[in-house]
Nanobody, 125 residues
């Protein structure tokens, strides 16, 4: 499966953005996640949702501000990340990822087998 993240851009602190992740095929039975990587820093877990869409996980730095969701349509090839109350430290390239095998820690990039090209989010102070 090929993944493509979009929706990034430049936003002022306190603003909102909604990222989208489009999959080339149905990811209805994939766990999905969002990670981010800022320049000079390691890739960081942001959020994840299980294949059913009912169980969600968030990194500590985004809890209460970001919301992950996935579409409920039959095709199930979209995952979203709603980002509110953005801070300058949220500036990073955001990547979506997919795990078809339901294995590993939700918070580890090792869990995810497929990665999309990232989308850059820049939050100005």
């Amino acid at each position: 499966v090929q993944l493509q993240a979009s929706g990034g851009g430049l936003v002022q602190a306190g603003g909102s953005l909604r990222l989208s992740c489009f999959a080339s095929e149905s990811t209805g039975r994939y766990d999905m996640g969002w990670f981010r990587q800022a320049p000079g820093k390691e890739r960081e877990f942001v959020a994840a949702v299980n294949w059913v869409g009912r169980t969600k996980y968030y990194g500590d730095s985004v809890k209460g501000r970001f919301t992950i969701s996935r579409d409920g349509a039959d095709i199930k090839n979209m995952v979203y990340l709603q980002m509110n109350s953005l801070k300058p430290e949220d500036t990073a390239t955001y990547y979506c990822a997919a795990d078809p095998y339901f294995r590993g820690s939700w918070y580890s990039s090792n869990k995810y087998d497929y990665w999309g090209r990232g989308t850059l989010v820049t939050v100005s102070s």
